[in-house]
């Protein structure tokens, strides 16, 4: 971090001294608002603000629901009944009772914790809506929902300028970061890759194509494999997929089954199921890549390409949600479309090698730029001091 770059934070977290905020999510392990959250969290507690992290409590049932709900609002087809709305509203009411809210400002991550904003009558404080999905087209039946709960928020956060609303609270544009000295971006010299590699049992003997993805349809990793496939017909090659769960999503084993079938024992597809807190492996798979591939249907942002693009590595990425803010084409990498233009991309890249580190070299700058945790900590603490201020300085 530049010094100045320190002092402008400490000066800004400054103004919250003595202020709690409070972040609420669904889950502390697994995807990428955990992720985000593990370093934000420690970093403006470094800065000497009170930020603390607490998740919501939900069953089985619960999650299923929240699930669809995530998937309907990325536009996916969702059979969603008066019975899911039910469930939802019934596990709400008991993490409403019996959440400690303690923040100042509540800052409150995605549907699933929402309806928390209904104790505000009583309790008051500044109440924050952070919005990490792709919410472009939403299924109305959900967004309906859910709007109503949103507008007694005081003000909501948006990933992407597509995903605005048309809404009477004033909303941020803020994208996720990364933290270059986390585990998962940091340098790793290569005894620690090659190791990793050897672990899992992936021999470096020809180019490493990779997908890092929770195993979700919306990530598309059966169409990761039809793209490989067509990309193995010209050039020899390895694919990896490396996926994790997440507590909060429930789909991963139907999904991950899913996978093993379609890869159907083919030797130069390798399918793992990291642990939680692989960050050491994740990051050496991604550097061990010729070639990182993104080839989801929806993606809120995508923290994965700019893990990928801070390591200098070429992309291959659908052009959607958040992705294109990362990914400019032929530029910073390559915005692919279907099957079969993943494919070309990825021929493309693996036979151009020159092209492929421009790229790459390319992409680093740009997550430098616009993608590093300091840019997203200053976002944040300058959106919690606005917050603090009169409501005629809010509406602006
Ligand atoms: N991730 C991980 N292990 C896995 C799969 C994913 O640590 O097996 C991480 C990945 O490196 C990234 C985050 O989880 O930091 C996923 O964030 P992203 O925004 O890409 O997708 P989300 O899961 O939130 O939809």
Redo the contacts with the bound molecule.
Sequence with gaps: MGRSIVEELHLLAKGLSGKVVQNVNSTFV????A?ILNRLTPLLNELEVDARWDVIKGDDRFFQVTKKFHNAIHGRSEDITAQDFDVFQETSRKNIQELQLVGDIMFIHDPQPIELVTRKREIGKKWLWRC?IDVSQPSPVVWDFLRPYVLQYDAAVFSAPSFSQVLPIPQFLIS?SIDPLSD?NKELPNDTIDAVLHRYGIPRDKPIITQ???F?YLKDPVGVIQAFRIVKRAIDCRLVL???T?TDDPECEVVLAEVKEHANGDPDIHILL?PPS??IE?NALQRASTVILQKSIR??????VS?ALWKAKPVVASAVGGIPLQVQNKFTGLLSYGIEGTAFDLKQLLTNPEYAAQLGRNGREHVRQNFLITRHLKDYLLAFLMLGRSEEILYL
């Design positions: 697994g995807g990428g608002v992720e990490h996720p998962k890092v993805s929770r979700d490396a996926g994790g997440a990291m692989s960050d994740i993606e809120g942002f995508g923290l994965t893990e």
